[in-house]
């Protein structure tokens, strides 16, 4: 499986990005998808993720303010981000699994390249 993500770029605070990673390969292994985002110091963390069935969880952090989803068509998994906060500031990868959750450290898992998001003004 190979993922393709895009989207991330410097925001203002209070702003919006919206990321996309869009799967390709052996896609019928794929289950899960989401994103994970990964600060300066700090552990790589799970942001949110969604199932084939569209069943969804987020991080309390970014409940109310983020939104997944995804596209099964198109094999691609989006994830608007509103009410961007300094603390949103990390590298986002996305992130899929043939199983129903995703979880760091999993050899069964995919990884995209990526993507820088930044929240400054």
């Known amino acids: 499986v190979q993922l393709q993500a895009s989207g991330g770029g410097l925001v203002q605070p209070g702003g919006s990005l919206r990321l996309s990673c869009a799967a390709s390969g052996s896609i019928f292994r794929i289950n899960a998808m989401g994103w994970f985002r990964q600060a300066p110091g700090k552990q790589r963390e799970l942001v949110a993720s969604?199932?084939?069935?569209?069943?969804?969880n987020y991080a309390d952090s970014v409940k109310a303010r983020f939104t997944i989803s995804r596209d099964n068509a198109k094999n691609t998994v989006y994830l608007q981000m509103n009410s961007l906060k300094s603390e949103d500031t990390a590298v986002y990868y996305c992130n899929v699994s043939p199983y129903l959750d995703l979880r760091v450290g999993r050899t069964t898992d995919y990884w995209g390249q990526g993507t820088q998001v930044t929240v400054s003004s």
């Open positions: 969604i199932t084939r069935g569209g069943i969804t």
